[in-house]
């Protein structure tokens, strides 16, 4: 079954340093792989995905993830941390060879500290 | 840039009422979803649309529930006989072609069930 974990609640960061957050997954085919970021009484907004190719991706806002083939990893990252960064973070994945939902991971709440 | 719109953005029922969400997708996409968010819980996936019918349903989208696409435009969640336990933030998405993998969220509708 697929599955996706995203092992910290929350991470916290200074303003100006680099950020990560965390994601593995696990799928029985090649995954689809995907940022979304939900600000306060909004909905999901794409940031960035996997499907193929370069394992460096980026994406809006200049984050950007890297793809980890032996490590069954997507780690959202971004060089330089903006206090506006602040949101929850979700990856989520799909399994090319199946369906077509989307599994979602529990969520990481990122705090730029100014 | 064109938006998956959702109304209305809360909705209050009283257990046993029916409901109905609605959407509005981004105009030339094919696929649509909805999804649902339990507070403090994970996205969950609920159900997959495609050339006007449902293409993948989770367990948890039972004979309660039901999707349509009524015109060209509009595409509704129709909650039966609503219980407690309905109460959560639902989302629409919808995604392009075959050749388009990310899904686009309209920004949820709060039902909350008394």
Same mark, same amino acid.
């Given at each position: 079954?697929?599955?996706?974990?995203?092992?910290?609640?929350?991470?916290?960061?200074?303003?100006?340093?680099?950020?990560?957050?965390?994601?593995?997954?696990?799928?029985?085919?090649?995954?689809?792989?995907?940022?979304?970021?939900?600000?306060?009484?909004?909905?999901?907004?794409?940031?960035?995905?996997?499907?193929?190719?370069?394992?460096?991706?980026?994406?809006?806002?200049?984050?950007?993830?890297?793809?980890?083939?032996?490590?069954?990893?997507?780690?959202?990252?971004?060089?330089?941390?903006?206090?506006?960064?602040?949101?929850?973070?979700? /990856?989520?994945?799909?399994?090319?060879?199946?369906?077509?939902?989307?599994?979602?991971?529990?969520?990481?709440?990122?705090?730029?500290?100014? | 840039?064109?938006?998956?719109?959702?109304?209305?953005?809360?909705?209050?029922?009283?257990?046993?009422?029916?409901?109905?969400?609605? /959407?509005?997708?981004?105009?030339?996409?094919?696929?649509?979803?909805?999804?649902?968010?339990?507070?403090?819980?994970?996205?969950?996936?609920?159900?997959?649309?495609?050339?006007?019918?449902?293409?993948?349903?989770?367990?948890?989208?039972?004979?309660?529930?039901?999707?349509?696409?009524?015109?060209?435009?509009?595409?509704?969640?129709?909650?039966?006989?609503?219980?407690?336990?309905?109460?959560?933030?639902?989302? /629409?998405?919808?995604?392009?072609?075959?050749?388009?993998?990310?899904?686009?969220?309209?920004?949820?509708?709060?039902?909350?069930?008394?």
């Amino acid at each position: 079954a697929q599955s996706v974990a995203q092992p910290e609640d929350q991470v916290n960061v200074a303003e100006g340093n680099p950020l990560t957050v965390k994601c593995t997954y696990s799928v029985s085919g090649n995954p689809y792989l995907f940022w979304y970021v939900q600000y306060p009484n909004r909905g999901l907004q794409f940031l960035l995905k996997y499907i193929t190719g370069d394992n460096l991706v980026k994406g809006s806002y200049g984050f950007e993830a890297e793809f980890n083939k032996s490590q069954t990893s997507f780690h959202l990252k971004k060089p330089s941390a903006l206090v506006s960064d602040s949101a929850l973070y979700f /990856c989520a994945v799909r399994d090319s060879n199946r369906d077509d939902k989307i599994i979602f991971g529990k969520g990481t709440r990122l705090h730029i500290l100014p | 840039e064109p938006e998956v719109t959702q109304t209305p953005s809360h909705q209050v029922t009283q257990m046993g009422q029916e409901v109905i969400l609605r /959407c509005v997708p981004i105009s030339n996409h094919l696929y649509f979803y909805w999804y649902r968010q339990i507070l403090g819980q994970k996205v969950e996936f609920l159900v997959s649309f495609y050339n006007n019918e449902i293409s993948e349903k989770s367990e948890i989208f039972d004979d309660q529930f039901s999707v349509e696409r009524p015109d060209g435009s509009n595409f509704t969640l129709k909650i039966r006989s609503t219980k407690l336990e309905d109460s959560a933030m639902y989302f /629409c998405a919808s995604r392009g072609d075959r050749g388009s993998y990310e899904q686009y969220f309209g920004p949820g509708t709060r039902l909350t069930v008394t």
